[in-house]
């Protein structure tokens, strides 16, 4: 080998070592680390617990599979990071940028990601139960078939977002944006939408029993075969919208506008 390739390479191997991957389930060697640089990094089937990477910048590194347990990852950078199939509980992701982030069936349950921007993220099949996502951005995320019972997405912008057959069941969504956000199939029983903005929103045979829509903005949605039981739509604003094929039964309607939709029974509401 020529003495210039031997540097070369022997630099190389200076500048960049090898580092063996851990087995499955190895502790993670790593204590507080805020704002550290993880960025491309293989972490990939750890476990972590207690510590601290608060601001840390995972941008691109893989973490699929990865466990942790009181992790503080607070305005922590995933960006385009690979969280397939993670496990966290009992931990903050508040502030955080997963924009374009893999989080296929990943579980967060009980997490906080309020104030997270989530933005196109592929989250399907998720478990978000009983998380925190208050004013949380969501916008045009892949939300289909997951599990996001009893969340709170108070005052969280899921414009665009694909919902399809996901489980909001018990979800406070109070002052959502769902304005063209995709809800077919969507369980959305006993959920809490008021003063919610239904746009443009799909919600073709969604289960809306007892669900909450009091004061909601809705136009040009399509609830078109959805179940709607005992459903509250007092003082909503619902325009333009498609309600054929709905079951309705024990629909409160006390103050709403149904100006130009069209009901079950095939009329259109009228305008005040």
Not at 240 to 263: E, P, R, Y
Request: hydrophobic residues 40%; neutral net charge.
């Amino acid at each position: 080998m020529p003495k210039t390739l031997f540097s070369l390479i022997f630099a190389w191997h200076l500048l960049f070592p090898l580092q063996s991957q851990p087995a499955y389930g190895a502790e993670l060697s790593l204590e507080n680390c805020e704002f550290c640089d993880f960025r491309l990094k293989k972490l990939n089937k750890l476990v972590v617990k207690n510590i601290s990477l608060k601001g840390a910048f995972f941008f691109g590194a893989n973490l699929e599979e990865t466990q942790g347990n009181a992790i503080n990852f607070e305005s922590a950078n995933f960006v385009r990071a690979n969280l397939r199939k993670t496990y966290f509980k009992d931990s903050t992701f508040k502030k955080a940028d997963l924009t374009f982030t893999d989080l296929f069936g990943a579980t967060l349950r009980g997490v906080d990601l309020s104030l997270a921007d989530l933005s196109h993220s592929y989250m399907e099949l998720i478990e978000l139960s009983f998380s925190n996502l208050n004013s949380a951005l969501l916008v045009k995320a892949n939300l289909s078939r997951a599990f996001l019972d009893n969340a709170n997405f108070r005052r969280s912008d899921l414009s665009g977002a694909n919902l399809k057959g996901a489980d909001l069941s018990f979800a406070n969504l109070e002052g959502a944006n769902l304005d063209g956000a995709n809800l077919e199939n969507a369980n959305l029983n006993q959920a809490n939408l008021q003063n919610a903005s239904l746009r443009g929103t799909k919600l073709k045979g969604a289960q809306l029993s007892f669900t909450n829509l009091t004061s909601a903005q809705i136009a040009g949605a399509s609830f078109s075969d959805a179940i709607l039981d005992g459903t509250n739509f007092r003082s909503a604003i619902v325009v333009d919208s498609d309600f054929s094929g709905s079951k309705w039964s024990s629909v409160q309607t006390d103050s709403a506008n149904f100006c130009n939709s069209i009901l079950p029974s095939g009329k259109k509401g009228t305008c005040p």
